[in-house]
Structures are given as C-alpha cells and as structure tokens.
Nanobody, 120 residues
C-alpha cells in the first residue's frame, strides 16, 4: 500500500487547512488509518485515528479543532484542521494498517509527509 499526502501549506494562526492522503488500494490493510505529525527536534506524535470498528480518536492537543474522515470510495483519508495554532507547525504523515494501533507507532504503511506551517 502506498500513501501520498497533500494539502499542506502556510497559513496564519486561526486559519484552516485540509490534508488528504490517497491510498494506492482499498484493502483490509487500510482498515485503520491515522495522522501523525513531527515538529523539528520533537518526536513524532499521533494526532487522530479512524477505524471502521473503533471509530475516531484524537489527541488532546487537537480535539475540537481537527476532524479526521475517510472516503472509502476514493481510498482517501482527510484531516480538516481549523483554528490552527503556531504549535501545529510540523510535517504531517498518514499511516495505515489492518490492525488498530490508535495513536501508537505500530502502523505498517506510512506516507512521505506534507508540511504545515502556521505563523502567528
């Protein structure tokens, strides 16, 4: 499974962006999909996850501002990001697996990332 992210960019604080992650195939391998981010000098952190059986889950830092969704017909994962803050600046990655890993690192498939920069 190949994952390709898009939609990153530069915005001012309070603005919005929608990230997309297109999967090369729709199989059981993309049963669970998630968004992670990594800022310079920091560890990669889980942001949001969506699973057909479990539902959605968000990190406390983005809860209420970000929304994860999945269009199965288009094999595409989305992350709608509203009320962006400078601390949201990071490289954003999507991940997929047949198993549920929540916001952990166990995902087998990863994209190359898309940069999000939020200025104050």
């Amino acid at each position: 499974v190949q994952l390709v992210e898009s939609g990153g960019g530069s915005v001012q604080a309070g603005g919005s962006l929608r990230l997309s992650c297109e999967a090369s195939t729709s199989t059981y391998s993309t049963h669970c999909m998630a968004w992670f981010r990594q800022a310079p000098g920091k560890e990669r952190e889980g942001v949001a996850v969506i699973d057909s059986d479990v539902g959605t889950f968000y990190s406390d830092s983005v809860k209420g501002r970000f929304t994860i969704s999945k269009d199965t017909a288009k094999n595409t994962l989305y992350l709608q990001m509203n009320n962006l803050k400078p601390e949201d600046t990071a490289m954003y990655y999507c991940a997929a697996d047949r198993q549920y890993y929540g916001l952990g690192y166990g995902y087998h498939y990863w994209g190359q990332g898309t940069q999000v920069t939020v200025s104050s």
